[in-house]
């Protein structure tokens, strides 16, 4: 019930293309979907977030598309660039009781992306 | 936003020994987090830890095999005992903070190889 399912493990586009990455979880408490973006040699770091209150979210090239009563949710990146070229990770999680904090997120398990130029 | 600094960066360990991470903090923050990602894998939560209070482990992770110090609001280490093969992984800090309400912010992790 605590598993967020990722796919594809793996994604190659072109310059310029669309990469599209999804996630389904089983757990309806989260409230939380963010993506994360790790190079290597480095931790990850948080691209962009939404809630479930919303179907999609947007910043920059970077958009989140989230259908809560499938309980699926997507990152597509428009106008893919070789600098995009890392490994993605979608997360969930919820308030902890009692608490403020989504600080406890269980990640999907990555889908690293490369980008040809 | 919150700026995290790990030691070590990585290491390489003999099996049967122990590894203390160290996981420093630019603010104070109430909760800090530690994830283990093993090769290729992807991140698993280990445990929270709060000040003044015992940290909070995952199904799976204890305290006798990953005992954690959280001695105030900037610092906390993660002790990998007894090591063995198994626990070669990447662990890495995190802590909540930043404009962006709930955003998490991640060390660059601790690199660890056990022989």
């Known amino acids: 019930q605590q598993q967020v399912k990722q796919s594809p493990q793996s994604l190659i586009v072109q310059k310029g293309g669309i990469s599209i990455i999804n996630c389904a979880y089983e757990n309806t408490a989260f409230d939380y979907f963010p993506w994360y973006q790790q190079f290597p040699g480095k931790g990850p770091a948080l691209l962009i977030a939404?809630?479930?209150?919303?179907s999609e979210k947007k910043e920059g090239r970077f958009t989140i598309s989230f259908n809560k009563s499938a309980k699926q949710f997507s990152l597509h990146i428009m106008d893919s660039q070789p600098g995009d070229s890392a490994t993605y990770f979608c997360?969930?999680?919820?308030?902890?009781?009692?608490?403020?904090?989504?600080?406890?997120?269980?990640f999907g398990q990555g889908t690293i992306l490369t980008v040809h130029p | 936003s919150a700026v995290i600094s790990q030691k070590p960066s990585r290491d390489i360990c003999q099996r049967g020994t122990s590894l203390t991470i160290q996981c420093q903090v630019d603010?104070?923050?109430?909760?800090m987090f530690w994830y283990r990602q093993q090769p290729g894998q992807s991140l698993t939560l280990i445990a929270t830890a709060n000040q003044g209070s015992e940290a909070t482990y995952e199904s799976g992770f204890v305290i006798d095999k990953f005992p954690i110090s959280r001695p105030n609001l900037t610092f906390s280490t993660l002790t990998v005992s007894n090591m063995s093969p198994e626990d070669s992984s990447i662990y890495l800090c995190?802590?909540?903070?930043?404009?962006?309400?709930?955003?998490?912010?991640f060390g660059q992790g601790t690199r660890l190889t056990v022989v």
């Open positions: 997360a969930a999680s919820w308030v902890m009781a009692g608490g403020t904090s989504y600080g406890k997120l269980t």
């Open positions: 995190s802590v909540e903070g930043g404009a962006k309400e709930t955003e998490a912010f």
């Open positions: 603010s104070q923050v109430t909760m």
């Open positions: 939404i809630r479930p209150d919303v």
